[in-house]
């Protein structure tokens, strides 16, 4: 497929490209006809004009000087002078004493026009080429003529169709159209390939010029231009080719790399305490799962939560994350009722074997009765919801809290608020920063933290990093708080250690403490 896409691409633009190509062709070929038909046209009327001073005079007097310009310019069959319709001296001696119409074979307009030009495919008497008439017809009833032998544009004509296979035809006036003289079958399209024509006229003369090509000029020219582009067709093709094959193998492999990881034990869970605001303690901790590679190096958890959700292993990673839980846990010495927050991926939710997941691991940790909470993000609810609302209910009558984690960045309606089972929401930590020593507005934050008051929902603020956050959402009745001003996510060890001198400590005097013990540091 990435291979034939360039080609298929090339293979297109060429199409287009060569569809310019053959109309560009045209439209040269037939400006260059135009301006040969032009130019004769301009020597006609020169010559008419040239013949005007003789209008009128005897036959006998100005028949030498007829002979004389007629022999000027080559292509002029005949010159004369005429009155009214009838043609009363002429270089051409059996032209004279006749009606015009009568050598044009056809009738002649009721009242001649000053100028009149006609193209003409069959001239009495004479079984030549065809022809092209000049008359001009002043009001005095004494006028000019010229015949001038079209050969010269059939033979410029029958060269491009010889070279090109291109069909030129040539009017003058309303007269014949004059083509070239070996005309070539009729253009037909053929398939893809379409017969490619051109019109155009000419500004100073009643000239029109017609061109078409036939379809093989095109699929000539398509073939042309895409044996140009081939090259560049195959390097794309090999490119795009090299580039899938690598991109699906560094896929496959990152997903070898996240089972090769919990294989070699490289996950580790870090937990961050929240802070109970009635309770003054600390209430709880939501486990982060961290993954540091053999070679010591970080991968961000954002990256491989992601990385693992678009790879479909977010379901055993997550899996793996209950079983390290499990482990931590055995060390800890915590009261009933201590929050264990969880995050679960939409994926998860969907799958057939989440409750069974979760109930294991609640098995498993029964001892220490941790208030277990889920925390779901708000996309996560929206795709099959009554499935993924009754699952939730049934956990939630086994004891297990829900959480609304990263609350008002998920770009969703709010109906799901009212539709699912729910115990907290956790206010995204973008809203918490609007709080500014400023001490702007911030509409948005307040109106979820009433949203959460009247659906009677706890409220947990995630990101509080300042006194001041701080101070604004107590004032405001947020019940639990989150974030690198109480404490940021330990590892298990650390977090032990942690629990133990400032878990029962209210936020305030934990802050005094741990600057005494910065001081002592110095
Ligand atoms: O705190 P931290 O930088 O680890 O969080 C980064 C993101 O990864 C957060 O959105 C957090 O919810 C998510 N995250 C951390 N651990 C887990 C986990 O075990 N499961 C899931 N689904 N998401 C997690
Ligand atoms: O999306 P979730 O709430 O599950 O993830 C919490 C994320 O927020 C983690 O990446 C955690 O490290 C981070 N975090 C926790 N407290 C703070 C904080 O006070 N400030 C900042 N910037 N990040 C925090
Ligand atoms: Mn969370």
């Known amino acids: 497929m990435a291979g034939a896409f360039p080609l298929l691409l090339v293979l297109l633009f060429t199409f287009v490209e060569s569809r310019q190509l053959v109309k560009r062709d045209l439209e040269a070929t037939a400006t260059l006809a135009l ?33 004389r310009l007629n022999a000027r ?24 004493s006749r009606n015009i119409s009568d ?14 030009s006609l193209s003409i495919d069959q001239i009495k008497d004479v079984e030549v080429s065809p022809t092209l008439i000049f008359i001009r017809t002043p009001s005095n009833g004494w006028g000019t003529f010229g015949l001038i032998d079209a050969q010269y544009l059939v033979d410029f004509m029958n060269a491009v169709s010889k070279l090109r296979g291109f069909q030129l035809s040539i009017t003058l006036g309303d007269g014949d159209t004059i083509q070239a003289s070996h005309t070539t079958a009729a253009h037909t399209n053929e398939g893809w390939l379409s017969v490619a024509e051109y019109h155009t006229s000419s500004e100073l003369f009643p000239i029109a010029v017609t061109v078409t090509a036939p379809a ?4 000539k020219a398509w073939q042309l231009a895409f044996l140009t582009f081939l090259p560049l067709a195959l390097g794309l093709s090999a490119l795009f080719m090299f580039a899938t094959y690598y991109w699906r193998k560094r896929k496959l492999s990152f997903r070898d790399e996240l089972r090769r990881g919990i294989a070699n034990n490289e996950f580790s869970v870090y937990y961050q305490p929240v802070y109970g605001v009635d309770a003054q303690c600390c209430t709880g901790a939501e486990a982060l799962l961290r993954w540091r590679r053999s070679d010591g190096h970080w991968i961000r958890p954002d990256v491989f939560i992601a990385a693992a959700e678009a790879e479909n292993m977010i379901i055993p990673l997550t899996q793996h994350l209950l079983r390290l839980v499990e482990n931590d846990v055995t060390s800890w010495s915590v009261p009933p009722d201590f929050h264990l927050g969880l995050n679960v991926s939409a994926e998860h939710l969907q799958d057939s074997g989440f409750i069974s997941d ?9 001892a220490h009765r941790f208030l277990i909470t889920l925390e779901l993000t708000e996309r996560s609810l929206i795709s099959e919801g009554e499935e993924v609302a009754r699952r939730l209910q049934q956990l939630r009558q086994e004891g297990i809290h829900i959480a609304i984690d990263d609350f008002g960045t998920g770009h969703c309606s709010l109906s799901y608020l009212q539709s699912f089972p729910l115990d907290y929401l956790k206010i995204d930590q973008g809203f918490v920063r609007t709080i500014s020593p400023q001490g702007e507005e911030t509409p948005i934050l307040d109106a979820i933290i009433s949203l959460a008051h009247r659906l009677k929902l706890q ?28 404490a940021r996510p330990m590892d298990n060890e650390n977090f032990t250690v942690w629990k133990h001198y400032h878990g029962k400590r209210p936020l305030d005097t934990h802050r005094h403490v741990a600057r005494e013990e910065e001081d002592d540091d110095e």
């Open 103 to 116: 050598i044009i074979m056809m009738p002649l307009p009721a009242k001649l026009p000053p100028a009149w």
């Open 73 to 96: 310019f080559a292509y002029f069959r005949a010159i004369g002078l005429t009155n009214g319709k009838t043609i009363y001296c002429s270089s051409l001696s059996a032209y004279a």
């Open 35 to 67: 301006n040969q038909a032009e130019s004769v046209a301009d020597h006609a009327w020169s010559m008419l004009k040239a013949l005007q001073p003789l209008q009128g005079k005897s036959c006998d007097d100005i028949s030498d000087e007829l002979q």
């Open 459 to 486: 409220i947990v603020a995630e990101g509080v990093e300042t006194e001041q956050q701080l101070r604004y959402l107590t004032q405001h009745n947020v019940g639990y708080i989150q974030g690198f001003l109480y």
């Open 358 to 366: 979760i109930r294991r691991f609640a098995a498993k940790v029964a």
């Open 216 to 219: 093989t000029e095109m699929g």
